[in-house]
């Protein structure tokens, strides 16, 4: 096949004066984990719900392998969809609940019962397979949740937030079982989430959205490293944005500490993640700031120092916790530095 597997061609959706969905193009290739990631509201349920067929565009085109399924009912697609509260049959149990899509498709019983005992397998499910859905955990119903899609061999397999139901562990666990799944068996799997570690550790390419639009596409870790602007900076992984003034190429960031930065004259957000600032009064970088640390938060392996500049602006800085201990106490002065090229420059328009 030549050419991405699923295509969106000026995707959108308005509700009456209210746009959900700007107009979205979007290419994603087979095999692909791909996610859609942004805040409440941003539009991502729309954009996954028009792929799936269960709200109609206002405009745009939505493509699988070439051909335009825009108009077809979600059934008529070649797509799957996992929904967030599971949408399970709680009379059924959880083989009932799989076999489910290929009952209606009158597949002989041999078979049925074949492809049944494959997706309990795959799940990790053969042990609960005649139990009515009440009697299984969140985590286990998620996983029948996936098997029902899954079995019907969807080309396109749709996932939103999926996970939000489970607690932090079970959500890591079923993590590392989606990340199996899809090595397993293959096929494109699209994943709406609100959450940037779960994203971080399924995805090979993120569209980030915010207010109705998709406002930067890549892999993980070059969005992660390349913010197009201050919203993905802070909205994957923590930023430190510090909002300062660029004048015939330089940036005061604070007074005493300025960056060389040729561009026009204008409003810009120096963005420096926690991770890259070094700490104490060796630090021996480049850019140097002095500041008070004011608060220090233990986060488990790492630990974040709250510290105030002069101007007033805050900054977070990431330490090994191990060295928690000789950190000085609350309220002293404190110098913080980082190396030229580890912050970036955005302008703030
Ligand atoms: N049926 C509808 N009628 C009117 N407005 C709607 C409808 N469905 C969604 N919206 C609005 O469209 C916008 C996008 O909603 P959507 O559910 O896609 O966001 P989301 O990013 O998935 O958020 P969440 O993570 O909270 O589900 C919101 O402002 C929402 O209120």
């Given at each position: 096949m030549?050419?991405?597997?699923l295509?969106?061609?000026?995707?959108?959706?308005r509700?009456?004066?209210?746009?959900?969905?700007?107009?979205?193009s979007?290419?994603?290739e087979?095999?692909d984990?791909?996610?859609?990631?942004?805040?409440?509201?941003?539009?991502?349920?729309t954009?996954?719900?028009?792929?799936?067929?269960?709200?109609?565009?206002?405009e745009?085109?939505?493509?699988v392998?070439?051909?335009?399924?825009?108009r077809?009912?979600?059934?008529?697609?070649?797509?799957?969809m996992v929904f967030?509260?599971y949408?399970?049959?709680?009379?059924?149990?959880?083989?009932?609940?799989?076999?489910?899509?290929?009952?209606?498709r009158r597949?002989?019983?041999?078979d049925l019962d074949?492809?049944?005992?494959?997706m309990?397998?795959?799940?990790h499910?053969?042990?609960f397979a005649?139990?009515?859905v009440?009697?299984?955990?969140?985590?286990q119903?998620q996983?029948?949740?996936?098997?029902?899609a899954?079995i019907l061999?969807?080309q396109?397999l749709l996932?939103?937030?999926?996970?939000?139901a489970?607690d932090?562990?079970l959500?890591?666990?079923?993590?590392?079982?989606?990340?199996?799944i899809?090595?397993?068996?293959?096929g494109?799997f699209?994943l709406?989430s609100h959450?940037q570690?779960?994203?971080?550790?399924l995805a090979?390419?993120?569209?980030?959205m915010?207010?109705?639009k998709v406002?930067?596409?890549?892999a993980p870790?070059?969005?992660?490293?390349r913010?197009?602007d201050?919203f993905v900076?802070?909205?994957?992984?923590e930023?430190?944005?510090?909002?300062a003034?660029?004048?015939?190429?330089?940036?005061e960031?604070?007074?005493?500490?300025?960056l060389a930065?040729?561009?026009?004259?204008q409003p810009v957000?120096?963005?420096?993640?926690p991770?890259q600032?070094q700490?104490?009064?060796?630090?021996?970088?480049?850019?140097r700031l002095q500041?008070?640390?004011?608060?220090?938060?233990f986060?488990?392996p790492?630990?974040?120092l709250?510290?105030?500049?002069?101007?007033?602006?805050?900054?977070l800085?990431?330490?090994d916790?191990?060295?928690?201990?000789?950190?000085p106490a609350l309220?002293?002065?404190?110098?913080?530095?980082?190396?030229?090229g580890?912050?970036?420059v955005?302008d703030?328009?």
């Amino acid at each position: 096949m030549v050419g991405p597997l699923l295509e969106l061609r000026g995707l959108a959706k308005r509700y009456g004066a209210h746009t959900a969905v700007h107009p979205t193009s979007l290419a994603i290739e087979k095999n692909d984990f791909f996610a859609i990631l942004g805040p409440s509201g941003c539009g991502k349920t729309t954009l996954l719900r028009m792929i799936g067929g269960f709200v109609p565009p206002s405009e745009g085109r939505i493509l699988v392998a070439g051909a335009d399924v825009t108009r077809l009912p979600p059934e008529r697609r070649p797509t799957g969809m996992v929904f967030q509260n599971y949408g399970l049959f709680p009379h059924m149990t959880a083989r009932q609940n799989i076999a489910y899509g290929l009952r209606l498709r009158r597949t002989a019983r041999r078979d049925l019962d074949r492809a049944v005992d494959e997706m309990l397998a795959l799940v990790h499910l053969e042990a609960f397979a005649d139990r009515l859905v009440p009697q299984l955990s969140g985590g286990q119903r998620q996983r029948v949740a996936l098997a029902r899609a899954l079995i019907l061999k969807p080309q396109v397999l749709l996932l939103d937030e999926p996970l939000a139901a489970l607690d932090l562990k079970l959500r890591k666990a079923m993590h590392r079982e989606l990340r199996q799944i899809h090595q397993a068996i293959g096929g494109t799997f699209i994943l709406v989430s609100h959450d940037q570690t779960e994203v971080m550790t399924l995805a090979n390419r993120v569209a980030v959205m915010n207010g109705g639009k998709v406002v930067q596409q890549g892999a993980p870790r070059d969005i992660y490293t390349r913010p197009a602007d201050a919203f993905v900076s802070a909205f994957v992984g923590e930023a430190n944005i510090l909002p300062a003034n660029r004048l015939r190429g330089v940036i005061e960031l604070a007074p005493g500490t300025v960056l060389a930065d040729p561009g026009p004259d204008q409003p810009v957000n120096v963005v420096i993640r926690p991770e890259q600032i070094q700490f104490g009064p060796g630090a021996e970088t480049a850019i140097r700031l002095q500041a008070r640390m004011v608060d220090a938060i233990f986060l488990g392996p790492f630990s974040h120092l709250r510290c105030e500049l002069a101007t007033g602006a805050s900054l977070l800085v990431q330490i090994d916790s191990n060295d928690l201990n000789r950190m000085p106490a609350l309220g002293s002065n404190v110098t913080l530095g980082w190396q030229a090229g580890n912050h970036l420059v955005l302008d703030q328009a």
